[in-house]
C-alpha cells in the first residue's frame, strides 16, 4: 500500500481487538456491533481463533470520524 500524499510505501499492520480498542477508544463489543452493521472496517479472520483489523483501514475510518466533526 502507498501514502496518497507521498506515494510512499505505508506500514500496514494487523491490530487485534485490544490495540483496536486503544486507538480509537471505542469497547471490544462496540467494535465488533460496527464491523456487523459495516460502519467500520470489517476484520481479517487469519484462522480460526485469530481476527485482526487492518491498521490502515482503521487509521481511513478515524479520518473519516474526525472530518465528520465539522
Known amino acids: 500500500m502507498y501514502d496518497q500524499n507521498t506515494n510512499a510505501p505505508t506500514s500496514v499492520r494487523l491490530l487485534p481487538i485490544a490495540e483496536v480498542c486503544q486507538i480509537v477508544g471505542l469497547g471490544e463489543s462496540t467494535v ?5 452493521r459495516g460502519t467500520f472496517p470489517k476484520p481479517v479472520k487469519l484462522s480460526e481463533r485469530t481476527t485482526r483489523w487492518v491498521s490502515t ?5 478515524m479520518a473519516q470520524a474526525i472530518a465528520r466533526r465539522a
Not at 32 to 36: D, E
Not at 57 to 61: A, F, N
Open 32 to 36: 465488533w456491533a460496527r464491523a456487523r
Open 57 to 61: 483501514e482503521v487509521e481511513h475510518w
